[in-house]
């Protein structure tokens, strides 16, 4: 098969025919050595897990039944009670909810009221809220007067006073945010005017005899002003 060499030698060439069967024979020893591996390993299997047939039902059942009983007993059924522990203090007075502080009411502050309307002399209402005039005792529309020996309505005139001193201005007063149902005795003013003073001063309100214009209404009743006077001609 070989051709002559340029030099004149022979060149011997390997057949592929000679080298085919060493590496047959390589294959069959590799391939009957995982073979008879295999085998073992599969044997040992079987030696070790057990066959389903060979399983005992009624010992696994009791085995199962063992467990489940296991861990804590229970009280229902072991005739055992329950006992209520003591709440333990708290790690850190920090976690510890301060008591809710009672709320403040808002405070009061100057508000003007627009629009008042008088139903007695010393008293109004406006924007919701019902106001009597501190220092006063007001007088009620229906009230009678007694001067010279006769009766006069000096309640309904006192409320018309106090109506046209009003005129329908607005009465700037100390309070509380929102209007609530309980009647406020507060200092009032319209414009420069105390309300209050006003009326005690003129005669068409009474003076509390332990508020600030006990003095004035003791004049007032002395020159025989508003109510302390003649019923108007």
């Given amino acids: 098969m070989g051709r002559p060499h340029r030099l004149g030698q022979p060149i011997a060439m390997v057949g592929l025919d000679r080298i085919a069967p060493l590496f047959a024979l390589v294959g069959i020893v590799l391939l009957s050595a995982a073979i008879v591996a295999t085998g073992q390993h599969l044997a040992q299997l079987e030696s070790i897990t057990p066959a389903v047939e060979d399983i005992d039902i009624d010992t696994m059942d009791a085995i199962d039944g063992d467990a489940s009983t296991q861990g804590v007993p229970d009280p229902m059924t072991s005739g055992g009670t329950y006992q209520r522990l003591e709440a333990r203090a708290p790690l850190s007075e920090l976690s510890v909810p301060e008591p809710q502080r009672p709320k403040r009411p808002a405070p009061a502050r100057l508000t003007p009221l627009y629009q008042p309307v008088a ?8 924007m ?6 501190a220092g006063t005792e007001m007088v009620q529309g229906d009230e009678n007067c007694s001067y010279g020996g006769s009766q006069w309505p000096c309640g309904a005139r006192a409320r018309a006073a106090f109506r046209a001193f009003l005129r329908g201005r607005a009465v700037t007063c100390p309070v509380p945010p929102v209007p609530g149902a309980e009647e406020l005795s507060v200092d009032c003013r319209v414009g420069h005017a105390n309300v209050g003073e006003w009326l005690v001063e003129n005669g068409w309100v ?14 007032a009743k002395a020159s025989r002003k508003g109510i302390f006077g003649p019923p108007p001609r």
């Fill in 128 to 133: 919701g809220y019902r106001i009597t005039l």
């Fill in 119 to 126: 139903h007695a002399s010393g008293s109004f209402e406006a």
């Fill in 206 to 219: 009474r003076a509390a005899a332990t508020g600030p214009y006990a003095a004035l209404g003791e004049r």
